[in-house]
């Protein structure tokens, strides 16, 4: 069975730190990935998607990027922070048709 | 504009009570998912239609591309129902990007 994985499962920064945030997937080889943001009470914004190793395309960048540096891990990172990224962070895979979603991660910027 | 449209917004039913969550699409859309995000957050699928109508328990989803909605039935309404209901379209040029309604925050009182 496939798992999905985020790290970490909140953070509270500061505007202008960096950040780092982490998904990996399990029992799943060449997933297509997908990172998302959302507001709180909002919808969901598609941010970036990766079909392979090496390969990240922008859907809508927020100041931010993503990087995937092995076939089963998903980076998402900036180096200073804004208030406005502050939100709920998802990670999905899919392969063919659904996504299917980790736990997600919340941020706060302060 | 906005290519998806759910509606309503919010809806209040009683256990028991059944109901119908729409989403309009403003453009082709190939495909539409339909999800559960509960109260820690976590997205849950449910239906995943290229065409047609599936069941599952007591939800029932509909996709008519050519007349451009979705819709996503629910009957006998149970508390564990509770939470937002999006729906999530995949436009015909892009195999990668799904388009988000704006959810469909549903309450179940006993």
């Known amino acids: 069975a496939q798992t999905i994985h985020q790290w970490p499962v909140a953070e509270i920064k500061a505007v202008g730190s960096p950040l780092s945030l982490g998904c990996t997937i399990k029992?799943?080889?060449?997933?297509?990935l997908y990172w998302y943001w959302q507001a709180t009470g909002g919808t969901l914004q598609q941010l970036f998607y990766?079909?392979?190793?090496?390969?990240v395309e922008s859907v809508v960048q927020l100041n931010l990027s993503a990087s995937r540096p092995k076939d089963d891990q998903f980076i998402l990172s900036t180096e200073k922070l804004l208030l406005s990224h502050s939100g709920f962070y998802l990670c999905a895979w899919g392969q063919g048709d659904t996504q299917y979603f980790g736990p997600g991660t919340r941020l706060l910027v302060l | 504009g906005d290519q998806v449209e759910q509606s309503p917004s919010a809806l209040s039913l009683h256990e028991g009570t059944g109901s119908a969550l729409r989403c309009n699409f403003t453009t082709t859309m190939r495909a539409v998912q339909w999800f559960q995000q509960n109260s820690r957050g976590s997205l849950i699928n449910l239906f995943y239609?290229?065409?047609?109508?599936k069941e599952n328990g007591r939800l029932k989803s509909t996709f008519n591309s050519k007349e451009s909605y979705s819709t996503l039935h629910i009957r006998d309404a149970q508390l564990e129902d509770s939470g937002t209901y999006f729906c999530a379209a995949e436009a015909g040029d892009s195999n990668y990007q799904l388009i988000w309604g704006s959810g469909t925050k549903l309450i179940i009182k006993p």
């Open positions: 990766s079909i392979t190793v090496g390969q």
């Open positions: 029992g799943k080889s060449s997933p297509n």
């Open positions: 239609l290229a065409s047609g109508t």
